[in-house]
C-alpha cells in the first residue's frame, strides 16, 4: 500500500488509475499535514511506501492491503483508521453518481475538495470514468471556480454560500453536487435562485462517498432506518472494513451508519448524528435540528450548534453564528418554534463558522468555544 504525500496533479491522478486496475492500494494523505499528525497516520495505518513529489521510499513494518484505496478519517480527534474501499465500490459509486445527475462521456469536473477526502477522491474516480483530466484547484475560490470550465463541481455548504456572496454565475455547472455536511435551506433556496442545480448527497467515506441523492438512494443502493432510528444501508458501495481493525459495523449485511434518519414515501430525511444529542438539565436536544431552526432567522447566514460542559446543567447549547444577531432575539426567535430548554444558552457570533479541512465545521473547536471565536453580539447565560 501507497501512501501518497502529493498535491492534486497527474501523479496522483495516475496512482489512483493504477489502484483501481489493481494496482498497489493508495492511501491519498494531504500534502499538508502537520509532521505529527503525518507520523500518527503512517503509524496507525502501516503503509508499505512513501510517495512524495521527491520519489517512493520503502517504510518499515507496512502492511499490503487488498483494497484500492483507503481514505483515513477521524484524524482530528484521536488515532486515525483507515476505510478500506475496493476498487468496485469506488467505480459502482461514480458510475451511479453519473447516471443519476445525467453527465455524458467527455464532460469535465472540477475537483476543489481535498483528494484525501472521499469527496475529493470520487471526483477523481469520476473523472477517469468519464474519460476526461480533471480541473484540479488546489485552493478554492468562487470566482476562479466559476471560471473553471468544468461542468460538474462537488462542493461542501460553505463553498457554494461564499460563491452566492461572490456572486459568481452559478448556472454555469450543469450540476453541483453538494454534500459533506447539512445543507440549511435558506442555502438551497438562494442557490436554485440563482441558476443552480444543486443535488443534496448523503454518504461518508464507508459507503465511497454520498450514496444518496436528493433523499434518494442511487442505483443498487439501498437504505432503511432501523428500531434504534439509525440509518441503514447496503449495496454495492460499501468498504470491506477499517485497516488492521476487528471493527465491523455491519449487521446482516448492513453497514449500520452513527447517523439517525426516517424514510417517508422511499425518501431519506436525516435528522442528525446519534451522537448529536446535547443533555441539557435531563432533557435531550438534537444540535443539527436546532440549527435548522435557527437557520431560518433573517439575520443568519451560517450556524452550527454544539453542547459544552457546564456545572449546573450538565451541557448548555451553544450556537456559533456567521450573521448580524444578539443572544436575546436569537432566543427568543428559538422558543418560538422550539421548546425553551433547546434554544441556545450560549451565543457566539463570528465572521466565519470555524472548518475542518474537508469543509466540515470544526466541532472540537466550536465545543472548545475559546474566547478567539466571540464576536459583538455574543453572550452566555
Known amino acids: 500500500m501507497h501512501a501518497l504525500l502529493l498535491p492534486p496533479g ?49 517504510l518499515p513494518g507496512g502492511v499490503p492491503s487488498d483494497a484500492a ?26 458510475r451511479a453518481s453519473l447516471r443519476r445527475i445525467g453527465a455524458r462521456p467527455g464532460e469535465r469536473w472540477l ?25 484540479i484547484h488546489p485552493r478554492f475560490s468562487p470566482e476562479e471556480a466559476a471560471a473553471s470550465g468544468a461542468e460538474h463541481v462537488s462542493l461542501v455548504p460553505t463553498q457554494l454560500r461564499r460563491m452566492i456572496d461572490a456572486g459568481v454565475d452559478l448556472g454555469r455547472f450543469r450540476t453541483i453536487l453538494l454534500g459533506g ?11 436554485r435562485r440563482a441558476g ?11 459507503t465511497a462517498g454520498g450514496c444518496v441523492y436528493d433523499g434518494l438512494p442511487l442505483d443498487g443502493v439501498e437504505v432503511k432506518a432501523g428500531g434504534d432510528g439509525r440509518i441503514r444501508i447496503r449495496g454495492p458501495v460499501l468498504f470491506t472494513g477499517y485497516r488492521l481493525r476487528e471493527e465491523r459495523p455491519f449487521e446482516d449485511g448492513w453497514f449500520v ?46 450556524v452550527a450548534v454544539v453542547g459544552r460542559p457546564d456545572p449546573e446543567w450538565g451541557e448548555v447549547v451553544v450556537a456559533v453564528v456567521a450573521g448580524e444577531v444578539t443572544r436575546d432575539g436569537l432566543r427568543a426567535f428559538a422558543k418560538e418554534r422550539l421548546p425553551a430548554y433547546a434554544a441556545p444558552k450560549v451565543v457566539e ?11 466540515k465545521p470544526d466541532l472540537v473547536a466550536l465545543r472548545n468555544g475559546s474566547g478567539a471565536f466571540q464576536g459583538n453580539g455574543g453572550g452566555s447565560a
Open 10 to 58: 497527474p501523479a496522483l491522478l495516475e496512482a489512483v488509475r493504477r489502484a483501481l486496475d489493481g494496482g498497489p492500494a493508495v492511501l491519498p494523505l494531504s500534502p499538508d499535514l502537520p509532521r505529527p499528525a503525518l507520523d500518527a497516520a503512517l503509524a496507525a495505518l502501516r503503509p508499505t511506501h512513501l510517495v512524495t513529489p521527491d520519489g517512493v521510499r520503502r
Open 69 to 94: 484505496v483507503i481514505i483515513a478519517t477521524s484524524g482530528s480527534t484521536g488515532t486515525p483508521k483507515g476505510v478500506e474501499l475496493p476498487a468496485g465500490a469506488l467505480t459502482a459509486s461514480a
Open 111 to 135: 475537483c476543489c475538495l481535498p483528494t484525501s477526502h472521499i469527496s475529493g477522491m470520487q471526483v477523481l474516480v469520476r473523472s477517469l470514468l468519464s474519460g476526461t483530466d480533471p480541473v
Open 181 to 191: 455536511a447539512a445543507a440549511l435551506p435558506g442555502l438551497l433556496d438562494e442557490a
Open 196 to 206: 443552480a442545480r444543486v443535488v443534496v448527497t448523503y454518504g461518508m467515506s464507508e
Open 257 to 302: 451508519t452513527s447517523d439517525l434518519g426516517v424514510i417517508e414515501d422511499g425518501r431519506l430525511t436525516v435528522l442528525g448524528r446519534a451522537d448529536d444529542v446535547i443533555i441539557t438539565g435531563g432533557e435531550k436536544v438534537v444540535a443539527s435540528a436546532v440549527a435548522r431552526v435557527l437557520a431560518e432567522h433573517p439575520g443568519v447566514r451560517d
Open 349 to 359: 457570533v463570528v465572521p466565519e463558522i470555524p472548518l475542518l479541512p474537508n469543509g
